[in-house]
């Protein structure tokens, strides 16, 4: 039943996935994706990845200290992501507060 579940939710995201492109398309918007792996274990400052980072909705890194929000860190980490991959401009810089 699991399995039957999961196979349907991957279907219906797809579906939606597919429409949200092709608005973008159709707009002339870029679309792009960030492999979310570790984005809520990291910490946005200096990058200190560590499983105890992340309690619940509560982020605090091990290493430095910074305390956020969970969500609000892994979002950090993921426009970061975003921002220093392949797509960024190789002539501005940015700063994630």
């Excluded at 939710?9 to 994706?33: C, G, M």
Aim: positive net charge.
């Amino acid at each position: 039943m699991i399995l039957d579940l999961s196979i349907k939710f991957h279907k219906h995201f797809q579906y939606w996935l597919k429409r949200l492109k092709r608005a973008y398309e159709i707009n002339r918007v870029s679309f792009r994706t960030v492999l979310p792996f570790y984005t809520s274990q990291k910490c946005p400052v200096y990058g200190h990845v560590d499983r105890r980072n992340r309690s619940g909705t509560v982020f605090r890194c091990q290493s430095c200290d910074h305390t956020d929000n969970a969500d609000v860190a892994g979002g950090r980490n993921i426009l970061g992501r975003f921002l220093m991959g392949p797509y960024r401009s190789r002539y501005q810089s940015y700063t994630i507060m």
